[in-house]
Structure formats: structure tokens, C-alpha cells
């Protein structure tokens, strides 16, 4: 029920947050074991977001201020996605924040505006910071989109930043088989199968990555551990 999730859905909103202000870690995959939830400081960050956000739509929404309407579209826009309504089957992604984030940066420069405004003494401080936000965030894009290029290059990219993804772990180790470098990919398969045995795309590729080195014996062995264990998973049957 709603009471149930709704400290895993602030716990998330911390997080984006987190990944707003510092984007240095950014992947496909947040999945447990990845998404640790529950951490007291992305507890205390989204409360504290979220009640800022509340009392600015609260207190300019009425004077038609933009700091209102950017805060009342970031609350709505998260909400939908937030799993408050209702469950949407997935608990964290950066997809899921990137309307709710307009709204965020729109309230964040209406707020330096203001602060510029009343200060003008701050006014060149302000200039030169928002021109290093703009230059780092152009940056951070830049050096992101390079890991689209093409699939090895993203999975790459996803192991880097969250090791202990398991779906991560698996997929750059099919990459690595189907470049012919089933060496390198047992490493990553062995590792994606320590972080989560009982996920099937994770037994698969193990089994195929011992199987493309020759080691026949080893894999029928972890196959019939596998049946022994899990009677029902008819892939490793076969």
C-alpha cells in the first residue's frame, strides 16, 4: 500500500536530487542489490526537497510567480512517476526524472534571479556561476553521450559506475563472447552470477561463456547444481 512505499519513494526523490546536483555516476540499471534503499541521508535530503518545493508553490503560486509554477510542475511531474498513484514497476530511473527536473532547474534560476535582483552586488558572481554550471553540465553531456556509441562502449560504461549490478555485469559479458573474448567475459559472467544466482540470464551466460572456453565438464557440473537446486528452470534442463 501507499504507507508501505512511500519511504522508498522519498528515499528515490533524495537520490534524484543527488543525481541532479551531482551527476558523476550515471548508468542503466539501478536494481537491487544497486539501489540500497532506505539511506538516512537521501531520507533527509527528500524531505527536506520536497518541503521546499511544498511551500514554494504554497507561496508563489498565488502571486503568479515562476518559482510556483516551476515547484508545483516538479511536485505533479515526480508524482506521476513516483509509484504514489500506483505502482509502475519500476522504482529508480533517471528517465523518470528528466520532466521533473525541468521544472527543478526552472525554480533553481527563477531563486539566483531573484537573489541577483535584490543583491545587485551579487550579480557578476551569479553570472559567472551559472556560466560554470552550464559549462561543467555541457561537459558532463558530452563525456555521456560517448558512451552511446555503441553497445560494448555502454555496458562498459554501466560496470564501471555500478559494479554490483548484476544485469550489468551479464550483459558486457555477452558483449565480450560475441567479440570472441570469452576470457575476459568469465570474469564479469562469474561475477554477475555471485551477485544474483538465480536470475536466468545470468545462469545462461555463464553456461555459454564456459561453454565458447571449452570447458564442457565445468559447465555441466554448475548446469546440474543449477537443476539440483532449481528443478523448475527448464533452460538449464535443456
Not at 5 to 17: E, K
Not at 62 to 82: C, D, K, N, P, Q
Not at 126 to 134: S, Y
Request: charged share 20%.
Amino acid at each position: 500500500n501507499l504507507f508501505q512505499r512511500f519511504p522508498t519513494i522519498l528515499d528515490c526523490a533524495g537520490r534524484y536530487l543527488g543525481l541532479t546536483l551531482w551527476p558523476a555516476r550515471l548508468a542503466a540499471d539501478y536494481s537491487a542489490p544497486v539501489l540500497k534503499l532506505l539511506h538516512a541521508p537521501t531520507l533527509f535530503a527528500a524531505f527536506g526537497g520536497v518541503a521546499l518545493l511544498g511551500l514554494l508553490a504554497l507561496t508563489f503560486r498565488r502571486r503568479e510567480r515562476i518559482e510556483g509554477w516551476g515547484s508545483t510542475f516538479t511536485l505533479i511531474s515526480y508524482a506521476v512517476a513516483s509509484n504514489v498513484p500506483v505502482p509502475i514497476g519500476t522504482i529508480f530511473a533517471e528517465r523518470l526524472f528528466y520532466l521533473p527536473s525541468a521544472g527543478l532547474t526552472l525554480v533553481v534560476v527563477a531563486l539566483i534571479a531573484e537573489v541577483a535582483r535584490r543583491r545587485p552586488v551579487l550579480l557578476r558572481p551569479v553570472q559567472a556561476l551559472l556560466v560554470l554550471a552550464l559549462v561543467a553540465g555541457s561537459a558532463r553531456t558530452w563525456v555521456r553521450n560517448l558512451d552511446w556509441r555503441d553497445e560494448a562502449s555502454f555496458w562498459k560504461a554501466g560496470v564501471a559506475a555500478q559494479p554490483e549490478s548484476p544485469k550489468m555485469q551479464a550483459a558486457i559479458a555477452v558483449v565480450l563472447n560475441r567479440e570472441h573474448r570469452p576470457e575476459e567475459a568469465l570474469a564479469h559472467a562469474r561475477e554477475a552470477m555471485r551477485l544474483d544466482p538465480t536470475a536466468l540470464p545470468q545462469r545462461e551466460t555463464y553456461a555459454a561463456t564456459l561453454d565458447l572456453l571449452g570447458r564442457v565438464d565445468e559447465e555441466l557440473t554448475f548446469l546440474r547444481e543449477i537443476v539440483a537446486r532449481d528443478p523448475h528452470d527448464r533452460a538449464s534442463r535443456r
